[in-house]
């Protein structure tokens, strides 16, 4: 899937704001590699069981049951032993990719993909400004300069969410 294909899989408030960050950025020099937007719950599942162990996973599979998100319950056990790094302090449903309204994206500066932002800054800063004039909320005071999202980023879905609202956005996924 390519970047505009990606794009287009948020809704259409978290799209527009995406596009205008892309130009604003582009405005100042550089292009965005708009790498992740919709994440699938199962995929948020698979990433977060990287780097941990049975016994947290079971952890928050409890904490998932006993708030009523049976089904992302089953789904963090379902998807099975997951190698690799840490990539998300999320659990499925708790991430903003799942309900299209938040994406990642990094700098490329002379065709250079920018993953850090020490030797970066100038156009890290352009882009935090940017989401920030855009009215969305970005993750770098929270060690996640790629990501951004509509909604503040100290509220997890399923917080505002009740478990039949969050499945029907897991049986749209």
């Known amino acids: 899937m390519?970047?505009?294909d990606k794009i287009d899989?948020?809704?259409?408030?978290?799209?527009?704001?995406?596009?205008?960050?892309?130009?604003?950025?582009?405005?100042?020099?550089?292009?965005?590699?708009?790498?992740?937007t919709y994440r699938s719950f199962e995929e948020q599942a698979k990433l977060f069981r990287q780097s941990r162990t049975l016994h947290n996973i079971v952890l928050k599979s409890d904490e998932l049951r006993s708030n009523g998100f049976v089904f992302l319950?089953?789904?963090?056990?379902?998807?099975?032993?997951?190698?690799?790094?840490?990539?998300?302090?999320?659990?499925?449903?708790?991430s903003w990719h799942q309900y299209k309204e938040a994406?990642?994206?990094?700098?490329?500066?002379?065709?250079?993909?920018?993953?850090?932002?020490?030797?970066?800054?100038?156009?890290?800063?352009?882009?935090?400004n940017e989401v920030s004039k855009a009215?969305?909320?970005n993750g770098d005071k929270f060690g996640d300069s790629p990501h951004c999202q509509l909604r503040?980023?100290?509220i997890n879905p399923?917080?505002?969410?009740?478990?039949?609202?969050?499945?029907?956005?897991?049986?749209?996924?």
Do not use: H
């Not at 408030?13 to 790498?35: P, Q, R, S, V």
């Not at 994206?105 to 882009?127: F, H, L, R, S, T």
């Open 73 to 94: 319950a089953e789904s963090l056990i379902s998807v099975g032993s997951q190698y690799g790094k840490w990539v998300t302090n999320s659990a499925p449903g708790e």
């Open 9 to 36: 899989l948020l809704i259409p408030e978290a799209k527009a704001k995406c596009l205008e960050i892309e130009a604003k950025c582009k405005e100042n020099g550089f292009d965005l590699l708009i790498y992740c």
């Open 103 to 128: 994406f990642d994206a990094v700098p490329i500066i002379n065709g250079d993909e920018c993953w850090k932002y020490e030797g970066n800054e100038k156009y890290w800063e352009i882009y935090f």
């Open 152 to 154: 503040q980023l100290n």
């Open 135 to 137: 009215g969305m909320f």
């Open 158 to 173: 399923l917080d505002v969410l009740s478990p039949a609202q969050v499945k029907i956005y897991w049986l749209n996924s």
């Open 2 to 4: 390519n970047e505009r």
